[in-house]
């Protein structure tokens, strides 16, 4: 582990030595790894800011989430539920209730799956302003199985009244969404990965609800994208475009509500567009893309990249991602098949 | 831990507004056609008690951030609930001649949305002691006097998440919350401890950490008061459950101990008798 890693996770007290081991997968190195889970050290910039009433829950994993920077400074306000998530979110319902500002950080597949329910009722039918911060979506967590992962929360989300659904898809996206929309009065569920991904962004932005950031322009195509998927748009767009095909990339970062003002243009423009989702085809981010063109009657045809309909098989992450074309390569052959009509 | 004073009120005074839950229990139902007469009534002394003697609430001002909260977790008891809520203010009594008709605020199940006076929604049995420990927490480090009570079923006890919330509330000191568990042996399917054995509930809940006050007789106000007077007014820094032992369907004589009344509608024969043995009942 390198004493930049080091650095940025509070580890003056761990054994770890400077020699990083790619192989090895302890927790302290896991951690190293996940530098675009900004969520704490966001939260903390925020409390220390004097926004008193932020409080954070989570369910024994506020390490691998990277909130326990928090409760280390904020120890009265950060609230370790152990293993009960179903607790957990109806505790953070409770919070709010009183007036404080809860912000759970969980993986999501613990946290939307397990927790549907409770998110429900407790938390989206009466309105309460909890922000759930479901991290480790998708295949990310590769060789830990199906258990571990999460290709149905978008699906299971989509359909809840009053529940706005963000993804932001590196680090400077949470800080900014967490920034941006702390203080709004709504059920947020903001869909992180697990933190390893490749940095999109240098600069924090406005994070919308509704919006929508076109990285690329290009006038063959559109790929519309989230998660993990927007950076492999953005290195399809560079393939591509050493092949004459230039293509436009959208980081679609709100779900739900989705910006259809981008869809718009982009089938205005193209025709030919590619939604991009580490999560299943089926109910998805792809399938709100496809509600938007039917709806409108926009004249386009829409290539769904995701999971296919079925359980991943298990295998290191980036092994996996190649195996569904989820990756730059994938989201390139989507596009030329695109356009081959 | 908090404490707060009781209100004056005599045993004749409780012993009507008891009635009064019952009574409404009876009419609603009839304009619902449907409702849950055995668990209304079961709790009917526990909630008389707490609302004209124990709790301190602003019917005036729903929202008062200091108020004592209370959240039924045994839903499907609401029935019991609203018309002590109006009594007191928190709307206006022609709302109860609204109960369960179409877009009406009083549905099967409290709603917090909808009812003033309503601390939480529920209806998914499990949920509310979740959501008290949540507000216990908040309530304790605003520095709020307020206590926040959870009036859950025996039912309820089967619920995994049940026992996820008297950890953490054990485990965070939670003096200000307070449960209470009306075991009155009545459940969809027949008595809850013939479906699933939950019993002994007393050593359950102290082996959670939660310090326990068995109510022997959740009908008798003398016995009420007392463990209400325990459980929402210390001592002690634990959260505390009140094990009420009580009757369903207390009140009628052909419903009580029964389970067959947990969910049913009177005729219109029994209904007379049941506003007549109601009247004339004398129960506390």
Request: charged share 20%; net charge negative; proline share 5%.
């Amino acid at each position: 582990m390198t004493a930049e890693m080091k650095a940025g996770l509070d580890l003056a007290e761990s054994t770890v030595t400077e020699e990083f081991d790619e192989k090895t997968w302890d927790m302290v190195v896991s951690l190293g790894l996940s530098r675009q889970l900004t969520t704490g050290t966001t939260l903390l910039e925020l409390a220390d800011s004097g926004q008193e009433d932020i409080v954070v829950c989570t369910a024994d994993l506020g390490r691998p989430t990277q909130v326990e920077a928090f409760g280390r400074r904020y120890p009265d306000r950060y609230f370790n539920f152990g293993i009960a998530e179903r607790n957990m979110i109806g505790a953070a319902a409770g919070l709010a209730a009183v007036g404080y500002l809860p912000v759970i950080s969980n993986y999501s597949f613990f946290l939307a799956l397990m927790g549907v329910e409770n998110i429900r009722n407790d938390i989206c039918y009466p309105g309460l302003p909890v922000k759930m911060v479901g991290t480790h979506s998708g295949i990310a967590m590769g060789f830990y199985g199906t258990s571990h992962h999460c290709c149905e929360d978008i699906g299971a989300l989509r359909t809840m009244a009053g529940l706005n659904l963000m993804a932001p898809c590196d680090g400077m996206a949470i800080t900014s969404a967490l920034r941006s929309l702390i203080r709004h009065p709504e059920p947020i569920y903001f869909r992180a990965g697990r933190g390893r991904e490749a940095p999109i962004y240098q600069a924090p932005f406005d994070f919308r609800i509704g919006g929508s950031n076109t990285l690329r322009e290009g006038r063959h195509a559109t790929v519309l994208a989230i998660g993990n998927l927007v950076k492999a748009g953005l290195d399809a767009a560079e393939t591509l475009s050493e092949e004459g095909v230039e293509v436009t990339v959208v980081d679609m970062y709100s779900i739900r509500p989705i910006d259809r003002e981008a869809i718009r243009k982009a089938t205005a423009e193209h025709g030919v567009i590619v939604s991009a989702e580490e999560h299943n085809v089926t109910g998805g981010f792809g399938s709100a893309i496809a509600e938007v063109i039917a709806e409108e009657g926009l004249g386009a045809r829409l290539h769904k990249v995701g999971m296919p309909d079925q359980y991943s098989i298990l295998g290191p992450p980036t092994h996996l991602y190649a195996h569904y074309g989820l990756d730059g390569a994938g989201v390139a052959s989507a596009v030329r098949t695109a356009l081959r009509g | 831990m908090p404490s707060r004073p009781l209100r004056n009120v005599s045993k004749d005074d409780l012993k009507e507004k008891a009635r009064l839950i019952r009574r409404d229990t009876v009419r609603l139902t009839d304009i619902c056609g449907s409702g849950h007469y055995g668990s209304s009534f079961s709790m009917a002394e526990l909630v008389a008690s707490l609302y004209f003697q124990f709790l301190h609430v602003r019917p005036e001002d729903p929202k008062w951030a200091d108020r004592d909260r209370f959240l039924l977790g045994k839903g499907h008891a609401a029935i019991g609930l609203y018309p002590v809520l109006a009594d007191l203010g928190f709307f206006p009594k022609s709302w109860l001649d609204s109960y369960t008709r179409l877009n009406s605020p009083l549905g099967d199940h409290p709603d917090v949305k909808k009812v003033p006076g309503a601390d939480f929604s529920s209806g998914s049995i499990g949920h509310n002691l979740s959501v008290s420990v949540g507000m216990a927490l908040g309530l304790r480090l605003k520095g709020s006097p307020a206590r926040v009570v959870c009036m859950m079923g025996d039912g309820e006890q089967t619920e995994g998440q049940i026992w996820e919330a008297a950890i953490s509330g054990a485990h965070w000191g939670l003096s200000n919350l307070i449960g209470i568990v009306d075991i009155n042996g009545a459940g969809s399917d027949g008595d809850p401890q013939e479906t699933m054995r939950t019993e002994p509930l007393a050593e359950k809940w102290r082996a959670f950490g939660w310090e326990v006050i068995v109510l022997e007789d959740g009908h008798d106000f003398d016995q009420v008061q007392d463990a209400l007077n325990r459980a929402l007014n210390g001592p002690g820094e634990a959260p505390r459950c009140v094990l009420a032992y009580t009757v369903a369907g207390k009140g009628v004589s052909f419903m009580e101990g029964t389970w067959q009344w947990h969910l049913g509608y009177l005729g219109p024969k029994d209904l007379e008798r049941a506003y007549a043995e109601i009247q004339a009942g004398d129960i506390g």
